[in-house]
């Protein structure tokens, strides 16, 4: 299958910027899943709440490198606050637009981004609320991130997700979708991997409707 990118995303995978690690951030990350190869680390400085200088690592595709290429050129300058609300669908803008089955990649660009952001609060106390702790805004968060290959938009929003609950550790997560759905297995595979690392995680059960 032939992926087409646009000239812009070529540009930025060809001459990625803010490539490189800051000796002695003030935050860093590392996000992805090795088993897939799409992996991003940031570090970032932080000065008068805004971020000076941002650098990324990337381990991955074309689509990988652009968009984190691309994140840290929107997050450059910008107050922590105003850097927190980067979206993956601004990074999809940005570029252009993005194959639907490469719309992952902005979503752990912006993932990297943010958990950078907390590890400065909370090396600051600056930490309000735990993004870690398993409650249901944590969870629904999580699940936003979590995008279907064959529409290019996240479970939440499409509706894909009907319903879901936890209990002791214990998260149930109710599908739309039959089984058989062409990207059952690529959603149920990013579903697990953005909530296993919940706080008092134990295990997550997802079950699926064609109704």
Partial sequence: MVIEYTEKTIEHFQNPRNVGEIEDPDGKSMEGNPACGDMVSLTIKVEKDKISDIKFKSYGCASNIATASILTELAKNKSVDDAKKISWMQINNELGGLPKIK?????????????????????????????????????????????????????????????FNHNNGEISVNLKICKDYESSEVIEDEIREHLETLNDFESVNIKYSCK
């Fill in 103 to 163: 719309i992952h990649c902005s979503v752990l660009a912006v993932d990297t981004l943010k958990s950078a952001i907390t590890d400065y609060e909370r090396r600051n106390g600056l930490l309000k609320e735990d993004p870690d702790e398993l409650n249901e805004k944590n969870i629904r968060q999580r699940l936003k991130s979590v995008i279907d290959p064959q529409t290019g938009a996240d479970i939440i929003s499409k509706n894909i997700v009907s319903n």
